[in-house]
């Protein structure tokens, strides 16, 4: 949780500076690094709780892919 706060914060000052070095208002720009923070946040927050999952998708997804047939066999002619 504390990892995808950090993401979230960093991403909205990179965002909040990016908007402020355009010469943005200063209520846009916060909104902008507000929403991209946020957003940033939970998506990190949800890579995060479902690592294990992926982790074990892959690697099944990787042993399953050697096994089994890759094509039909040769009918009778």
């Known amino acids: ?25 200063n209520g846009a720009a916060a ?3 507000a929403l991209t923070g946020v ?9 995060l709780v479902f690592w294990p999952l992926v982790l074990l998708g892959g690697v099944g997804y990787l042993w ?6 890759k094509a039909l066999g040769p009918g009778r002619s």
């Open 1 to 25: 949780m504390l990892l995808a706060l950090l993401i979230g914060c960093g991403t909205a000052g990179a965002t909040y500076a990016y908007s402020k070095q355009r010469q943005a208002t």
């Open 64 to 69: 399953m892919r050697g096994s089994g047939p």
């Open 39 to 47: 957003s940033s946040a939970a998506v990190a927050y949800a890579a």
């Open 31 to 33: 909104g902008a690094a």
